[in-house]
């Protein structure tokens, strides 16, 4: 039996599979005591662990979907979110669940009761609380091997460049399109793949822009749109679109850090949550 | 073959009795642009940024054919 798993024994279950197989799934509290001996922090416990193809509990679920490498892959990640309101609050949740292991929070705003019917990080408690700090708390909170940091800024041409460097994703999950086209400008010039999704009504855009490659100006234009002619100034952003944006955000984040095929660049999905129905349509 | 449009968001409130689900069947009129069909329905085209002809982008002065699929968006920002 390998040193690892004979040290781990007392926390181990055995998963069983079909057709006979079998896979071990290993506690909190093993992770926790394997730290303690090995000095490395938890990360590296959980890091550790998937190497030799034991799931922390807290990823098992995830087995099947991804494998112990894929895993790995995204704890070992950096990924940026960029608003935490409607989108990003639920964005940043799921990517810590996920097991992201890096992520920056970046919000100017603080939360107000308007944000009651949609933003998940939103409670009559956080209500005056900076977004940024509130979804960094409730990052670290969901998953102690996440570090997540938040950054109470507005964003623009002059502090983004810092935010994205070295990210593997930026997930845009901003309220206006003048700031979105900021910010894809500084994932273009950092080299880093952004995922972008806006919402108005029921209905909802997703498009990953890749450094080279379509994005916003061929979807509205050479410069943005005013925040008045957005759609969702008349239609509102009502409870369930922006959870629905933020979850095919996080998925197609997903698949770039583990360099899966995702939406091909120029493909811009939209949503109708009304009808429903989604669509693949062409830039180009 | 009628032309299908299907109108995104704001621009479904604008146009009396649409209906999300079936979109709109409109006569064919050979020669018409993109841009006229929008001036056909009464919308503004400087509101409508978007232009998918059969699921591709497309421009306001594009020539439409006989049973193409038309959509029309406006800026979607929110989050």
């Known amino acids: 039996m390998p040193e690892l798993r004979r040290f781990l024994a007392p926390y181990l279950k055995q998963i069983p599979l079909p057709e006979g197989e079998a896979f071990y799934a290993v506690s909190l509290a093993g992770l926790q005591a394997l730290a303690a001996e090995r000095g490395g922090g938890l990360k590296q416990a959980m890091l550790d662990c998937l190497e030799q193809g034991i799931w922390p509990e807290r990823f098992r679920a995830n087995r099947g979907e991804l494998s112990a490498q894929d895993q790995a892959r995204l704890l070992n990640s950096s990924a940026a979110v960029m608003g935490c309101g409607g989108l990003g609050g639920l964005a940043c949740l799921l990517l810590a669940r996920l097991g992201v292991g890096e992520l920056l929070l970046v919000d100017g705003d603080s939360f107000e009761e308007s944000n009651l019917n949609r933003q998940m990080l939103a409670t009559p408690e956080t209500l005056g609380r900076p977004k940024a700090q509130v979804a960094a708390q409730a990052a670290a909170s969901l998953n102690p091997a996440c570090h997540a940091r938040g950054e109470v800024a507005w964003i623009g041409p002059d502090n983004l460049a810092a935010m994205v460097a070295g990210r593997q994703v930026v997930v845009d999950c901003l309220d206006n399109l003048s700031a979105r086209y900021h910010l894809e400008d500084a994932c273009r010039a950092a080299g880093v793949p952004l995922v972008h999704g806006a919402l108005a009504g029921m209905e909802g855009m997703v498009m990953v822009i890749p450094p080279q490659g379509p994005g916003l100006r061929e979807l509205h234009g050479p410069t943005p749109p005013p925040k008045d002619h957005g759609a969702e100034v008349l239609l509102g952003t009502p409870t369930p679109t922006p959870a629905a944006v933020a979850s095919l955000e996080v998925s197609e984040a997903m698949k770039l850090l583990l360099g899966r095929p995702g939406l091909k660049p120029g493909q811009l999905l939209h949503l109708d949550l009304g009808a429903p129905a989604m669509e693949i349509l062409t830039l180009g | ?79």
Not at chain 2, 63 to 69: A, I, N, P, T
Request: glycine share 14%.
């Open chain 2, 1 to 79: 073959m009628p032309l299908l449009v299907k109108l995104s968001t704001t621009l479904r409130k604008q146009v009396p009795g649409y209906d999300p689900n079936t979109g709109l069947d409109l006569e064919f009129v050979p020669g018409e642009s993109a841009e006229g069909l929008i001036q056909r329905l009464g919308l503004d085209p400087k509101r409508i940024k978007i232009i998918m002809v059969n699921g591709r982008s497309a421009a306001l002065d594009q020539e439409l054919r006989d049973g193409d699929r038309v959509g029309l968006f406006p800026p979607v920002g929110g989050g």
